[in-house]
């Protein structure tokens, strides 16, 4: 990509427990580092208009929310609003490695990117301790910003912090772009274990994101995919999903760019 690509990256901070604010911490100094890696990249932290949360180096931009969880099109759309030419979006507990500039091509519109999960991290500057690379879901979105421009409309009102709006998200990308699933070797996204209650309860929030993913016919291509080849890869000792199928990016292209 060229080498003067401006660049917004941005994250969704609210009020937190103490937990995930020792988690946010290390993402926000990632992306720190990563701004010093790279001079056209500006951050950003999208809240609700009704927070006031500011972080140094860091612009703040507001949108309206219903309820406590924003939709994650409507955070996108603020991004996309920006003076840049790539819009990044990442879940506020996701540490980014700067090796994530080096995947950007020219004429890639999309990124759909996994995790890969890590029994724990105090320090971005310790070894990392890789449990598995979570290629069952997305905690990175990247769109020209574009090409977002011109199909949001495909975007459904999603929660963020809920279940399968990544993954719905995942196959709208897929199929109507140009795109590169950044699921492979060398992982650019990290995630320090913690417990979950995204999947627990059901409230609103997670009836709205589950109605939404068992009305989406192309979801089928992604239960295929997942259960068929991502969850196949062959682990690396302990790390769980590590290894690519040999034929892996072929599988990709006849399954979402229809190439026999």
Not at 34 to 55: A, E, M, W
Request: net charge negative; proline share 4%.
């Amino acid at each position: 990509m060229d080498m003067n690509t401006k660049i917004a990256i941005g994250i969704n901070s609210y009020k937190q427990e103490a937990d995930l604010e020792k988690r946010e911490a290390l993402c926000l100094e990632s992306l720190r580092r990563c701004r010093g890696k790279n001079p056209h990249v500006t951050l950003y932290n999208v809240i609700s208009d009704q927070d006031n949360i500011d972080f140094d180096e860091f612009e703040t931009l507001k949108i309206k929310q219903d309820g406590k969880l924003p939709y994650v099109n409507k955070i996108i759309d603020k991004l996309a609003g920006t003076d840049n030419d790539l819009i990044v979006f990442l879940n506020n507990d996701i540490v980014l490695n700067a090796s994530f500039f080096k995947q950007l091509e020219d004429n890639i519109e999309s990124y759909p990117t996994s995790r890969v999960h890590l029994h724990s991290l105090d320090s971005l500057d310790e070894d990392l301790k890789l449990q598995s690379y979570s290629v069952h879901g997305f905690d990175l979105f990247a769109f020209k910003k574009s090409w977002w421009l011109s199909n949001n409309y495909l975007f459904p009102d999603m929660y963020l912090g809920k279940p399968y709006w990544d993954t719905v998200y995942f196959i709208k990308s897929v199929l109507n772009s140009n795109f590169k699933i950044l699921n492979k070797q060398p992982p650019v996204i990290f995630h320090p274990e913690h417990s979950s209650e995204s999947m627990e309860g059901n409230d609103r929030y997670k009836v709205n994101n589950e109605k939404i993913a068992s009305s989406t016919p192309e979801m089928g291509k992604w239960w295929h995919f997942v259960q068929n080849v991502l969850l196949k890869r062959p682990s690396a000792g302990e790390i769980l999903w590590w290894t690519p199928l040999e034929n892996e990016i072929e599988i990709e292209n006849q399954l979402f760019r229809n190439e026999n």
